[in-house]
């Protein structure tokens, strides 16, 4: 995933001339900042379901070969 920002640039000519003042504005989209947690909460959500059907999975082919 990529952060989109966009830098623009002011220049203004106030009192003198030939003088420009560069302002760097920074803008990050809060939009993205929030999709990317809940992206992170999905996976997490999702990698703690595999783990525990991954360890009954484990607990369950043990049972039976001990049954058997």
């Known amino acids: 995933m990529s952060i989109r920002s966009s830098l623009r ?4 000519t106030a009192d003198h001339i ?5 302002i760097l504005e920074k803008k990050v989209d809060i939009n993205i900042l929030l999709n990317r ?5 999905k996976d997490a959500i999702r990698k703690n379901f595999i783990i525990t059907a991954g360890a ?5 082919i043990t049972g039976l070969i001990t049954i058997l």
């Open 9 to 12: 640039t002011k220049t203004s």
């Open 18 to 22: 030939g003088q420009e003042e560069t």
């Open 37 to 41: 947690v809940k992206i992170e909460k």
């Open 56 to 60: 009954i999975t484990t607990l369950a």
